[in-house]
């Protein structure tokens, strides 16, 4: 036995060293049962919220394993103490007497596996099986072969069926099958069921509501992700309502459970791909209430106490028999950032929060003056995370220090107000930076004074053939630059780099040779320049950088 503690009770693990198929428990929840395909059957004391190994059914296993002892799923009878049923691969259903630990009778009345096993919850005679047959099978325990069965006329296998929890209810039963229906059964007409409906794409599995004052309301499962939540009784024949909660998880559920005493709370487990147990909680259905991860394996089975909601016990492929306390369990919602927050491109920031903040704050800080010992006071309010309906506030502001900077009036005046075109470069440019400076825009002035230097420097930018022609009588060499750079620099491979572009006729083209040519050697080496805003390196457009010795021919 190995016990597991995140908070105040610690979880209680029993390692069974088999595989476990299935669980169930006694009429007062004082016992349980695990099953399992390997000829597993052990007892359990659940007494006081605990978990303890009571005995084992087949301590002595003296003959040879068969299918009768292969157990697919377990039901113990809720009005005979000592009477479990389980059901086998080959469509048998196996009667146990638990107290002798000896085999009472065996059926036969599927000719594929059977799926699923249930007994009735007054008359101690009456229990129905399903298998992949598609057949619902009712017996007797005072007659050797079954009573009747149920068609549905569809092919799909029966994959889970449950007797109705209430009263007005216990001669009804309901099924689900591998192609997602959901039928709802009369044990005195099997003709056809008196209600159905497609819940999922997919086989499907379901739990009826024990609460009373929700019993007609139904939850389902499916392969397809989704958790839905109907409200059955209020169909009339023939209509087919929808569901009026939905929660979608990240892989196929094999089964759906009612938390007890918890009108909005459920507890799925996976088929594949995710061993954790979920606790959901419909009204808020994007992310769960509550996660156990005890297991190795993929959860088979589990049990719930109607009369507790704190504890449920829970049974593996890993054969892990585990009794889960929710002081233990893991909350996302802890970790989860319930105020959201967002930037537009224009600098605009949209906050988005919850109304509950300030209650939230206040649960916090009485939990911390709890843990010290000390008293808080009654809150007319409590906060409640997973409230059905919740008013949140939409918060729109631009911070004070960019207001002016990012202003969209700022913008069009600019775009109305500058000169592309009618005039020098460098004039232009000069212009531009006026313009700027006149708004408040700085960084932008200084990227359009950047631009004006760069076409002083350059003539790249020089318009006639006659201006290039006089700027490179005065101007050094390609050649000569280079050399003056490579001298200069304590490494051979200082000197500016560039993209290099093969021209169609097969002769290179170094565009970052372009202001290696014109711009002094200092200034490339030393000075980075930035053109994006609030990105210019300002200090690199000192006067002393352009400064620079202009290498001249000895022989001149």
Known sequence: MVRGM????????????????????????????????KG????????????????????????KLNLMYSASHVAWSPVVDNLVATT???????????????LEQIYKAHNRSATKVCFHRTDRNTFISGAKDAVVAQYDLRSPTFVQKFISGSFDPVRDIEFGLHSEQMDMFVSADDGGSIRFWDLRRNDRPLKQFVAHHGPASFALNPSYDDRNL?????????IR???????????TNSAIYSVESTTPIAHVEWRPQNKYQVASSAVVND???????????????ASFDDHRDICADMVWNPNREDSFVSAAKDGLVVMHYFDNADYPLAHVNDIALDVSPSGEIV?????????????LADKEKLEKGEAVPPRRRKYDPFQSWTHSSLIRCVP???????CSDNFVQLAQNYKLSGGELEALCEYNSQVAENIGSHEVAYTWRMLSLLCSLSPFFDESPSSKHSSSEHRPSHQSVESEVETRSRFSSSRSSGGAVRNVDGSDEVMGGLFATCVPPTLSETANFYFGDAELNIGGLTSDLLDVDIPCDSAS
């Open 6 to 37: 995140r908070g105040g009770r610690r979880n209680i693990r029993i390692d069974l060293q088999e595989q476990v198929d299935a669980l169930s428990a006694n009429r007062d929840h004082t016992r349980l049962v695990a099953a399992g395909s």
């Open 40 to 63: 597993l059957m052990k007892i359990f004391s659940t007494e006081n919220a605990t978990l303890s190994l009571v005995a084992d059914v087949r301590a002595v296993r003296t003959r």
């Open 88 to 102: 086998s691969t080959n469509g048998a259903v196996v009667l146990w007497d638990v107290e002798k630990g000896a």
């Open 218 to 226: 139904i939850a389902t499962a499916g392969r397809d992700k989704f």
């Open 229 to 239: 939540i109907w409200k059955w009784s209020d169909w009339s024949d023939g209509s």
């Open 275 to 289: 061993i954790n147990i979920y606790i959901w909680d419909i009204r808020r259905p994007f992310l769960p209430f």
């Open 351 to 363: 906050i988005a929060l919850s109304d509950q903040l300030k209650l939230k704050n206040e649960a």
């Open 400 to 406: 004070r220090v960019t207001q002016k900077a990012l």
